[in-house]
């Protein structure tokens, strides 16, 4: 499933093929006609990430929101467009540009109040500006949940995902398995601030790089891990632990992350 910064990063790029441009909206693969019908011909007036979520706002109030899932994907070109790959769910095509969503896990017309609806249940998005840490330390510090587990949940914070939870645990000294109510002042505002710093990096590069003081290669910056997939970790180099938390796979060093004693 794409992470945070995926969505933030295609909120950049189709703002400058889409937003303020009357669009022609369709539904190639037939799942989505009734939407794309309520949409086309209307101008997209702004398009936002929240989390994983992607939200193409339309001049008559409403927003096409999109969730992609494991499966979903972007696929964007200049016109002239041509024949849809695959299952097209719903295609938005300007005078210059034409973005097909293939496979997404949601795709949806709101109206205000489910766009209100929708972003109140999303927690503080890291990338976005107005995010409110205080809001996530709230929770957390109530939680008798993993920290590791709280990082995952969509509602506690917005735009982590499994890849940036390991690495960002692991850069930050703090082991997956200790509890939310367990978890200091300070770890959270250096979990906080190194999950803004590493999922703007994302964004940048299109890329998840959480190694510092790395250096693109001839053509593009690559993925660049510590210990997501690894085997010995990089600072003491000790065995990688690997083990399950609420169905995702987890990694950790217990020489450097501490197991909390329960």
């Given at each position: 499933m794409p992470e945070?910064?995926?969505i933030h990063r295609a909120a950049i790029d189709q703002r400058k093929m889409l937003?303020?441009?009357?669009?022609?909206?369709?539904?190639p693969q037939g799942r989505f006609s009734a939407g794309a019908e309520e949409l086309s011909g209307q101008t997209c007036t702004a398009i936002e990430a929240y989390g994983k979520h992607l939200l193409y706002h339309f001049q008559m109030g409403s927003a096409l929101h999109i969730h992609l899932g494991l499966y979903g994907q972007f696929r964007t070109a200049k016109v002239p467009?041509?024949?849809?790959?695959?299952?097209?769910r719903v295609r938005l095509l300007s005078n210059s540009h034409v973005v097909d969503i293939n496979g997404p896990n949601t795709c949806e017309v709101l109206d205000r109040a489910g766009l209100k609806a929708l972003t109140n249940r999303i927690g503080p998005d890291v990338l976005r500006e107005d995010a409110d840490p205080e809001k996530a330390w709230a929770k957390i510090k109530a939680s008798r949940v993993s920290i590791g587990q709280l990082l995952m949940d969509q509602s506690v914070i917005a735009g982590i995902g499994n890849i940036y939870r390991t690495e960002i645990l692991w850069r930050q000294k703090v082991h997956p398995a200790l509890p939310g109510k367990s978890l200091d002042r300070v770890s959270f505002d250096s979990i906080w601030s190194?999950?803004?710093?590493?999922?703007?990096l994302g964004v940048k590069h299109n890329s998840i790089i959480t190694v510092d003081n790395v250096t693109k290669s001839k053509t593009r910056y690559g993925e660049r891990f510590n210990i997501f997939a690894k085997e010995t970790c990089p600072s003491c180099r000790s065995e990688i632990r690997?083990?399950?938390m609420a169905a995702r796979r987890v990694f950790s060093c217990d020489i450097c992350q501490v197991p909390p004693e329960i």
């Open positions: 945070g910064h995926t937003v303020g441009k009357r669009l022609v909206v369709t539904s467009a041509k024949e849809p790959r695959g299952a097209v190194d999950a803004v710093k590493l999922l703007q690997k083990f399950e």
